[in-house]
């Protein structure tokens, strides 16, 4: 056993002298902390206290036409889908589904498009986001699965911020 520790030494001291490894970012829901919001962001969480970074927000909700709507922006989707193109677009929470026509972005940055989609502020789907299930997206061909895990409050108070 002394034999073990004695070789084990040298590692751990080598691993002791590594500067510190930051801990990877986790993706959350961000924003409309306080009443009155008018977005919302799905991506790396900033560090409290802290702007995020706009390259690394996948999905916004904002409001939208004098608050009758709210737009949600996906940054980006799939090759599957071609930029400059209307496609209807689905989310959904559960049994709850909302439907409505979307546009898809040039993302030069990605090479795949981005997608843009205006959904009435009473969508069904959106009192199902208050809940920590699953939002599903589905455009075209593509889908994603978002988490809704800390969204419940922010959700309220995006859409009663709209409304005002």
Partial sequence: MTR?????APA??????LP???????????GAERPGARALFYGALPPKGQQPNPETI????RCADK?????????????KLKPGKTV?????????????????VANQLAGIPSLRVTFPLNARVFAAMTEPLVLKIRAGGWQRLVGLVGLGDRMNRL???CRK
């Fill in 88 to 104: 209807r677009v689905v989310l959904s929470v559960r049994r709850a589904q909302s439907t409505a026509t979307g546009r898809t």
């Fill in 58 to 61: 996948q999905l916004m909700l």
């Fill in 12 to 17: 751990l001291a080598v691993l002791l002298l």
């Fill in 67 to 79: 608050g009758k709507a709210v737009v949600l922006f996906v940054a980006e989707t799939s090759a």
């Fill in 20 to 30: 510190s490894v930051p801990a990877l970012a986790k993706d959350g829901w961000h």
């Fill in 4 to 8: 073990c520790v004695v070789r084990l």
């Fill in 159 to 161: 859409l009663k911020g």
